[in-house]
């Protein structure tokens, strides 16, 4: 599997419904990011959780962080049919102190809510 | 305040031809990134760059494809004789400051290239 890999890969739900996206990574991060993209255009960025934070809540978003299972989830609440679109999570290695924008992105999980 | 301007946002090229993708960072930013989405997968890093710097081209192939961030103008991803294998979107992010300390990235809407 990559570096940033997502499950599911597509997720069918109603409006109302929650949503939850896991992604997977393999090297030691300085933080993880997720992302969302509509179709055709260009991503967006939606949370960040840094490797010392477990959990994080942005509006209806909710991330989690587990660095000993190399994994972290998204959490969408009351999903809305505007909520449509590919999400994907992207990692920041450690990078001996010097960070930059080099992310490592996963294949994405497309979702579609249902109105 | 306007975001990363990419352009064009689609182009159409035959095999052969050169392809040339421009990126005007978010007004402030003086770091540019390009990466890569063939269809139906993430995006793959290429390069970052900073004004009139080449500072990372690990994720860029070695033949046919260069980057530059010239003083003035935009950013440009130039593709020389271009294959099918090249058709995908490219994104061009930017950020202020040294990856802006947290790796935060500000895309643009992507430029569409398809090769004939």
């Known amino acids: 599997s990559q570096q940033g890999e997502e499950d599911p890969q597509a997720l069918s739900i109603q409006e109302g419904e929650n949503a939850t996206m896991n992604c997977s990574y393999k090297?030691?991060?300085?933080?993880l990011q997720w992302y969302r993209q509509n179709s055709g255009r260009g991503l967006v960025h939606l949370i960040l959780i840094r490797s010392n934070e477990r959990e994080k809540h942005s509006g209806r978003l909710r991330v989690t962080l587990d660095t000993s299972k190399k994994s972290s989830s998204l959490l969408i609440t009351a999903s809305r049919a505007a909520d449509t679109a590919s999400y994907f999570c992207a990692t920041l290695a450690n990078a001996g102190g010097t960070s930059y924008g080099k992310l490592t992105f996963g294949q994405g999980t497309i979702l579609t809510v249902h109105p | 305040n306007a975001g990363v301007m990419q352009n064009p946002r689609h182009l159409v090229r035959r095999r052969g031809q050169e392809a040339r993708l421009r990126c005007s960072p978010m007004?402030?930013?003086?770091?540019v990134y390009w990466y890569r989405q063939l269809p139906e997968e993430g995006l793959k890093f290429m390069v970052y760059l900073q004004k009139e710097n080449i500072i990372d081209e690990s994720g860029m192939p070695k033949e046919r494809f260069s980057a530059e961030f010239p003083k003035e103008g935009p950013s440009i991803l130039r593709i020389q004789q271009v294959v099918r294998g090249d058709s995908a979107a490219y994104f061009c992010?930017?950020?202020?400051?040294?990856?802006?300390?947290?790796?935060?990235?500000?895309f643009g809407e992507g430029s569409r290239l398809t090769v004939l």
């Open positions: 992010a930017s950020s202020p400051f040294l990856g802006g300390s947290t790796g935060e990235l500000f």
């Open positions: 007004k402030g930013h003086s770091h």
């Open positions: 090297t030691s991060i300085n933080n």
